[in-house]
């Protein structure tokens, strides 16, 4: 139809007239921003709290939380680098 005559001879579109039914709800829209936001705001709550426990801590317990990190064990006395590498770590 496309605002084509539907019957010959006639040049005038075809007008459709929709009318909504009274107390027809609609769905509610635009929450997705709240999410995203309370997304945001918790990041930042997080930040902040781990920049906060950074400040808090002494250069000693900095110092022995680094024991904690797998890539900065130290190798046990007496163990070769060489050594370590050519057997799995479960050899050892």
Do not use: C
């Not at 007008?15 to 997705?32: D, L, P, S, T």
């Not at 050519?86 to 050899?91: G, I, Q, T, Y």
């Amino acid at each position: 139809m496309n605002g084509q005559a539907t019957r010959q001879g006639d040049p005038s579109p075809t007008i459709v007239i929709r009318r909504e039914e009274e107390g027809e709800e609609h769905a509610h829209h635009g929450g997705a921003w709240k999410i995203a936001y309370a997304d945001f705001v918790t990041a930042m709550m997080a930040f902040f709290l781990l920049m906060w426990l950074i400040n808090a801590t002494t250069d000693a317990q900095r110092r022995g939380g680094r024991l904690f990190r797998a890539h900065q064990h130290p190798r046990p006395r007496g163990v070769r680098l060489r050594r370590a590498l050519r057997r799995p770590h479960h050899e050892q």
